[in-house]
């Protein structure tokens, strides 16, 4: 260690790498900054974050948009499906030794980070449907799958309720397509806004509500079974229509679909 009063008696053989360490007086009375030399590149928006990183920002980011989903008072109890009270969260994180937010968030990213949606992160759609130009007064609310598609130059148009307005994301579930398609074959699906009201059980092309804009358009091929997210504008529900060969359709799994874990999803 230096001295900091009094002759500094620093030995011949030493002066030069002393003067070297020396830096001036700094009269402006700021401080200066040393950062060390390998400062991870997630911490610099001017860098390209790694895959990895990418993919854990992205789950943080999900678990605070769901926390912003999650009520004052009221909400979901376990084991019911749906954003819970922040009361709940406060009480349940009692004897963690977290604030009830960095508990949320830990059961959040444990959750997200094992592949899974946390339960109190979305809900449930409330209602799906498709209408046909070709059977205008019937009703298809009770079909396991909302068909959409064209047969000899008359569409098949898909419904989805929005289940609550806070909520951002629709989740659905791609069964596949029929009709005169293959597997290889390209086809697109365009998601419109709804803005008016209307009934699972009774909408039909005679009395289906005034479609929106058009705001997202997703290009699949015939072998395609997946999960598609789709994040709407400010709507009460989407409307989704097909392109692609006539006399063919793309099934997408509706709320009555027989396995459960592909049900139509809002999340948070």
């Known amino acids: 260690m230096a ?13 030069d790498l002393y003067i070297q360490a020396l830096t001036e007086i700094l009269t402006d009375k700021n401080v200066r900054k040393r950062y060390p030399f390998r400062v991870p590149s997630m911490q610099d928006p ?5 895959p990895l990183q990418r993919a854990q920002r992205e789950i ?19 084991p019911d499906i749906g954003p ?7 009480t ?3 004897g963690s030794g977290l604030w009830y937010f960095d508990y949320f968030m830990q059961q959040s990213l444990d959750t997200y980070i094992a592949g899974a949606i946390p339960d109190w992160c979305y809900n449930l759609g409330r209602g799906d449907s498709a209408t046909c130009e070709s059977e205008p007064d019937r009703n298809f609310g009770t079909r396991e799958y909302v068909e959409v598609g064209n047969f000899a130059g008359y569409p098949f148009w898909g419904w989805i309720q929005k289940t609550y307005p806070t909520s951002k994301t629709l989740r659905i579930w791609i069964i596949g397509v ?27 092309w005679n009395n289906q509500p005034e479609i929106g804009e058009l705001f997202h358009t997703e290009e699949l091929v015939g072998i395609d079974h997946k999960f598609l997210e789709i994040t709407p504008p ?26 459960t874990d592909k049900h139509p999803i809002w999340i948070y």
Request: charged share 20%; glycine share 8%; net charge positive.
């Open 92 to 94: 349940d994180a009692i």
């Open 60 to 78: 943080f980011t999900k678990c605070v948009s769901c926390f912003n989903g999650q009520p004052s008072t009221g909400g979901k109890t376990p």
């Open 234 to 259: 400010e709507t009460s529900s989407i409307v989704v229509k097909y392109r692609g060969p006539d006399l063919s359709a793309c099934e997408i799994a509706s709320r009555e679909y027989v396995r």
């Open 178 to 204: 029929i009709g005169e398609i293959t597997g290889e074959q390209t086809y697109w699906l365009d998601f419109y806004t709804c803005h008016n009201r209307w009934v699972e059980g009774y909408i039909t």
């Open 46 to 50: 001017g860098k390209n974050p790694t």
């Open 84 to 90: 819970r009270a922040r009361t709940w969260w406060f």
């Open 3 to 15: 001295k900091i009063t009094g002759p500094q008696d620093i030995p011949s053989y030493l002066y």
